[in-house]
């Protein structure tokens, strides 16, 4: 569809339009990617699902957010973005935000142990720089939630862990202490309130950006797309666990064959449906309201 702003940036899942010099629009695919791969199967509403939840999450954290001096870029969503130009069959995938100065860190939380993070610890008993009591397995509650940033990879590529060490080259030591602390804050609260609707966050990423007042959240929130929801009822530490998130669609690549080299398959119906089902379940379930 032709919109009247410019392109100035497509990643896996979204695109950015300059509307201005102060403001962009984030219109969020249903693409889905895994593996460093996009799929050639889309997933129907999973973009207006991952834009429903940011909108919703960038409410309930900006207590959070004031409490640290920063702030989140969503400037409008829904129906208040046709005003700005936006077609309506585009308004409830995209968000209108502040156009940032964007930092080159992923800041990921973890409160529990899973994915790249167990494989890590397994072999050298920490997540990069960040020491973990021994006996853990994989789903394993972390005595504390940890700050265990990476790299921000281009389409394609593979965000690779780093130290806090390179946060602080990156970005200095005064706001490489606000980014970890920060994002410690925001995972808590989100967990807290995913907790309360049956769901554990066992981990999520962050990106944030600054702009002449500061620092600010950006980008999406807590979705199944930037996390690792788990149904509460069935968290039992020592394997895989049931999620919420693409990790469903992870499972069937893995066992389907594909190389992770080559062109990835197309999706079948059925795992479609039931990742569909994954992320409208999130969305109702966190937020307490039906899905239409």
């Not at 791969?37 to 409410?59: C, M, N, Q, Y």
């Not at 790249?116 to 006996?135: K, M, N």
């Amino acid at each position: 569809m032709s919109l009247p702003f410019e392109l100035v940036a497509q990643g896996k899942v979204r695109e950015v339009y300059a509307v201005d010099d102060d403001r962009l629009l984030l219109v969020a695919s249903d693409r889905v990617s895994a593996y460093d791969h996009v799929l050639p199967t889309p997933i129907p509403d999973k973009g207006r699902v991952l834009t429903a939840l940011s909108v919703w999450w960038f409410e309930q954290l900006a207590p959070v957010l004031a409490e640290h001096g920063a702030e989140h870029h969503l400037l409008a969503a829904g129906d208040d973005l046709l005003a700005s130009g936006v077609p309506a069959e585009l308004t409830g995938r995209s968000m209108l935000v502040r156009r940032l100065e964007m930092l080159p860190v992923e800041c990921v939380a973890r409160g529990y142990l899973s994915g790249s993070g167990t494989v890590e610890y397994q072999r050298t008993g920490a997540i990069v720089d960040v020491p973990l009591p021994a006996g853990l397995v994989e789903g394993s509650r972390l005595p504390e939630p940890v700050f265990t940033p990476s790299t921000k990879a281009e389409v394609g590529e593979h965000d690779e862990a780093i130290g806090f060490a390179q946060v602080v080259d990156a970005v200095g030591a005064d706001r490489a202490e606000v980014l970890r602390s920060l994002t410690l804050a925001l995972y808590r609260r989100g967990a807290e309130i995913a907790e309360q609707a049956g769901i554990v966050l066992a981990d999520t990423k962050f990106e944030f950006g600054t702009a002449a007042d500061g620092l600010v959240l950006a980008d999406e929130v807590l979705t199944p797309d930037s996390s690792r929801f788990w149904p509460a009822m069935t968290w039992s530490p020592g394997a895989p666990q049931p999620s919420f998130d693409k990790q469903y669609v992870r499972d069937w690549l893995t066992t389907s064959g594909w190389d992770r080299v080559s062109p990835p398959p197309d999706l079948p119906e059925d795992v479609v449906a039931a990742t569909r089902d994954r992320y409208v379940r999130a969305y109702e379930q966190l937020t307490g309201l039906p899905w239409n």
